[in-house]
């Protein structure tokens, strides 16, 4: 049997990992500022987090949620201090296009409603109801229902009148945009949405999959906005590499057994993860680490004449430039041994690890700016 083959791949097998740095099976080091998608939120093989993961491996890997896990409690409690949300209650799941189906699922079942809205160049995952919601012909297939959705232009506030009606079970938006290249959404828009779905009976939901857990600088990038959404989802670097995510749902949600339902979220190992991640983002103080070095990297990244814009927030940046951006990263990649990524044809994409330094950025800078010189 072969892999079916969906992934383009570099031909570079990672056998090693600490901090920022990954270690091929030649020996030759990378520093990432990629972290797999925004996955490693507190770095590579952290001790802490090693120990604890190995702690429970040794105890019980795995039951299922039909008994007590203590972890799911812990993590729900520190998860709750920590973001700022200590009444919302918690749903545990396995990755973030799963968190986005339960929420979209949950707002229906609260509405009695169908229809949802989403916006332009949305990327909420490719999973039935996740894709549905994704604004990319090319990965909905035919079995993919998306008639009870419409997508309306992402950061205008003219039209969510029309487009978010009484008939309207949720609305669901990035905080800021990550495949749809670094797009942060503004604060009069996330207002906009946050009163007319008061006006409506609409849930608002804000995927914070990916610019969720510090990694804005905040613990939840609308909070810049100081907005509450009925719903957040999240997974990326809730577990630090382990499978993990969850659904942030407000009080005025009722919960009644088998409503909702999944087989390894929240398990002994996952719970460990996250617990750990929320630890070590406490005890390194890695938010305002991602918004102080975020904020350097940015305004240094804004004085280089060849970049077109900079956007984001925190250390989730993009970099735009006039010409493809493909040959830059891979520049980067091979000759000075650097991960980045990309979100379309012209912007660059950082998504270190939270706990990166300014040596870590000044390095960067420092290659890009060779990378732009040749």
């Not at 972890?71 to 799941?93: C, I, M, W």
Request: charged share 20%.
């Amino acid at each position: 049997m072969k892999l079916f083959d969906v992934y383009p791949l570099y031909p570079i097998e990672l056998v090693k990992a600490q901090g920022v740095t990954l270690w091929d099976k030649k020996g030759q080091a990378y520093t990432d500022l990629y972290g797999g998608h925004a996955v490693i939120s507190i770095g590579h093989s952290h001790p802490y987090y090693v120990a604890k993961l190995t702690e429970q491996l040794q105890n019980i890997g795995f039951y299922s949620n039909s008994v007590i896990i203590p972890g799911q409690e812990k993590l729900a409690e520190k998860l709750g201090q920590l973001s700022g949300y200590p009444d919302y209650q918690l749903f545990l799941t396995n990755s973030g296009a799963e968190s986005n189906e339960n929420a979209l699922k949950l707002a229906s079942f609260h509405t009695g409603r169908k229809k949802v809205v989403a916006f332009k160049n949305a990327f909420h995952g490719r999973t039935a109801g996740a894709v549905a919601v994704t604004d990319n012909p090319n990965i909905v297939a035919p079995i993919n229902d998306t008639s009870h959705v419409s997508f309306l232009p992402f950061n205008q506030i003219e039209g969510l009148e029309e487009g978010i009606t009484e008939e309207t079970a949720a609305v669901i938006v990035e905080g800021i945009q990550g495949v749809g290249g670094i797009q942060v959404a503004g604060t009069d828009f996330l207002k906009a949405l946050r009163k007319r779905c008061d006006e409506t009976g609409a849930q608002l939901i804000l995927d914070s999959v990916q610019c969720g857990y510090g990694r804005s600088g905040k613990f939840f990038s609308h909070q810049y906005a100081g907005i509450q959404p009925d719903m957040m989802t999240t997974a990326k670097g809730m577990g630090n590499g382990f499978p993990m995510g969850g659904v942030l749902i407000a009080p005025h949600f009722k919960a009644s057994y088998g409503l909702l339902g999944t087989t390894f979220g929240g398990n002994h190992m996952a719970c460990a993860a996250g617990n750990a991640v929320l630890d070590v983002i406490k005890e390194e103080n890695l938010i305002e680490n991602a918004a102080k070095i975020g904020q350097y990297l940015m305004d240094q990244l804004s004085l280089f004449t060849s970049v077109k814009e900079v956007r984001g927030k925190g250390l989730m940046i993009g970099i735009e430039f006039e010409q493809a951006v493909g040959p830059i990263r891979d520049t980067l990649l091979f000759d000075h041994h650097i991960f980045c990524g990309y979100a379309g044809k012209h912007t660059l994409r950082l998504l270190p690890s939270l706990a990166i330094d300014q040596k870590v950025a000044d390095q960067f800078l420092e290659s890009l700016t060779q990378v732009l010189k040749a």
